[in-house]
């Protein structure tokens, strides 16, 4: 039997020592949920980004097919390419200009349109798809000056404005969590700070018999520390495991379905260590409010 | 006998030494205390005397003349809301928290409801004021054990106070006070749930104690206890203090702080 191993505040037996790990894992749950979108969207961001840095496209309006036609010539190249396709090559920095094929029109489009549309059938815009060389620097205002005095109605697309906008929806989502977070440690800070509090009440006749056989009050402090940080800690981790099963069954859930514009639920090491720590900070935020409560009440008494 | 003050000398090798006994001192004293509780009316005053270090005294008083409110005062549970109390030449008006703590790891208390702590063994009740104090040594244990035997609960080490009975509990309860060898002993009515054999031993215990230098107070009903051991007597009654020198030598000021 070890001798110093109990603690002499029975905390373990209170209602707290019951519903405190519960409310700790949910909160866990929540803000790790938060983070872990957070982080999946900055991921895909940064993919995108990866993979559209350096290209553009340009797209060419059907000018030469007359209205009414007929629905076979309706894909028909559009005399602008040659003369754009000229230019583009000449450009410095251009490494590579390419005229998308109908079929991969067609592939790109079939996740909004889906299988069924006739693509045939619509007047889709001619793309040529644009590399640059990694080190060039483009004066792209020029370059879209001169594809719209040979095709007016040519559209130059830099993929800036579209990435703007998900960069702007994924900030969003990424205060949005990092709200949530806040909240739930200020939320966290309050529980513990009520519990400790309760704890103290409930148990006053044992504190004040620590205080007279001489106890200081950081021991008294000490004791609600361990039991803190004990559920907080298996609360904390019961909530995080929940919430990565629940990403994972997510995930599951959505392989295989038609919503390929979803990102992946691909997380980095560094994300993982991020979503490790946040049991850790929970619980030691716990602690630490837990002792500041007991020093700040015990420090009020006579 | 040998083997127990063997253990205390144990004990104060790890705590408290040297002992503060110099002469000329006093461990206790008392000038003019008041005692209210809120604003309701005095429950003591005008309580003079002073208990050098070394003493024994038996305290008796009517029940209701307020000796746990004195004694309460000693262990630093209350403060006087008059006059100067004084406790190891400390003013105790001036003691902060931290200084209030470790004054009282040097007073063993027995209190008359025993204060035991009900989820802890007779054990681990009496290691607690070791524990608190930072020793954290497995040797305790067998110090600790050794204690209980000597006052009859060899048996009943791993015995949770509420299986014990009220005889045992005062046992254990005056087995944390002397524990760590405090410098200053107040018991409150430490024998009045044992028979007469078993509060002889455990005054004999006091008596071991106070030879290796504890200051002891003892307050009790049991006037045959104190007719049997000759010892000063401090008498409550009617607010006031009076102390019976039974033997030369005790050290009280009768001048000073008589009763009405």
């Known amino acids: 039997m070890k001798l110093f191993g109990r603690r002499d505040v029975p905390l373990d037996g209170d209602a707290s020592g019951r519903f405190l790990p519960w409310l700790v894992a949910v909160m866990v749950y929540l803000a790790a949920l938060a983070l872990i979108s957070a982080m999946t969207m900055s991921r895909a961001i940064t993919h995108w980004q990866e993979g559209l840095s350096g290209t553009l496209t340009i797209q060419i309006p059907h000018d030469q097919v007359p209205r009414g036609g007929p629905a076979s010539k309706a894909n028909a190249a559009p005399d602008a390419i040659e003369p754009i396709l000229q230019l583009l090559i000449a450009t410095p920095g251009v490494r590579e200009a390419k005229v998308l094929e109908p079929e991969e029109i067609e592939r790109l489009l079939q996740p909004w349109l889906g299988a069924a549309a006739g693509l045939t059938d619509l007047p889709v815009p001619s793309l040529i798809s644009v590399t640059f060389d990694t080190a060039a620097e483009p004066n792209l205002e020029n370059l879209a000056r001169e594809v719209s005095k040979i095709s007016p109605g040519a559209v130059v697309d830099t993929h800036q404005s579209w990435l703007g906008k998900v960069r702007d929806l994924a900030r969003t989502v990424q205060w949005v969590a990092v709200l949530v977070v806040a909240l739930i440690v200020g939320c966290a800070i309050m529980i513990v700070a009520f519990a400790t509090r309760m704890g103290l009440s409930v148990h006053g006749h044992v504190i004040q018999l620590l205080h007279l056989i001489g106890a200081r009050d950081s021991y008294v402090a000490s004791q609600f520390q361990a039991h803190v940080l004990t559920f907080a800690l298996r609360g904390g981790i019961a909530g995080l495991l929940l919430a990565v099963g629940t990403v994972f069954l997510a995930g599951r859930t959505l392989e295989g379905s038609e919503a390929i514009l979803l990102p992946e639920f691909v997380l980095q090491p560094l994300d993982w260590s991020a979503l490790l720590l946040l049991p850790v900070i929970v619980a030691i935020v716990a602690t630490v409010t837990a002792r500041l409560t007991v020093l700040r009440t015990l420090g009020r008494m006579p | 006998m040998c083997h127990l003050a063997d253990h205390f000398r144990w004990a104060s090798s790890v705590r408290f030494c040297p002992l503060d006994t110099a002469i000329g001192k006093t461990l206790v004293r008392f000038e003019d205390v008041a005692l209210r509780y809120g604003a309701g009316p005095e429950v003591l005053g005008g309580v003079s005397f002073h208990l050098a270090p070394g003493s024994f005294h038996f305290m008796i008083g009517a ?68 524990k608190i104090s930072g020793q954290r040594d497995e040797k305790v244990r067998r110090h600790v054990a050794e204690l209980l035997a000597w006052v009859g609960l060899a048996e009943h080490l791993d015995s949770y106070p509420p299986t014990l009975s009220g005889g045992q509990k005062q046992r254990v309860a005056i087995a944390r006070a002397v524990v760590g060898r405090p410098s200053l ?31 002891i107070v003892i307050a009790t009903h049991n006037e045959s206890l104190v007719a049997r051991f000759n010892h000063p007597v401090v008498r409550l009654g009617n607010g006031g203090v009076r102390i019976d020198r039974r033997q030369p030598g005790a050290d009280a000021r009768p001048g000073k702080g008589s009763a009405a």
């Open chain 2, 63 to 130: 029940s209701g003349a307020g000796k746990s409110s004195l004694l309460s005062m000693i262990y630093l549970a209350r403060r006087p809301s008059g006059g100067h109390l004084h406790i190891f030449e400390r003013d105790v008006t001036t003691l902060s928290r931290h200084e209030t703590a470790m004054m009282r790891r040097k007073i063993g208390v027995v209190f008359q409801d025993f204060r035991l702590l009900d989820h802890l063994t007779a054990l681990e009740n009496v290691a607690l004021p070791l």
């Open chain 2, 185 to 215: 002993l107040i018991a409150d009515e430490p024998t009045g749930n044992v028979d007469d054999r078993m509060a002889v031993r455990l005054l004999y215990l006091f008596e071991e104690l106070n030879k290796l230098g504890t200051t």
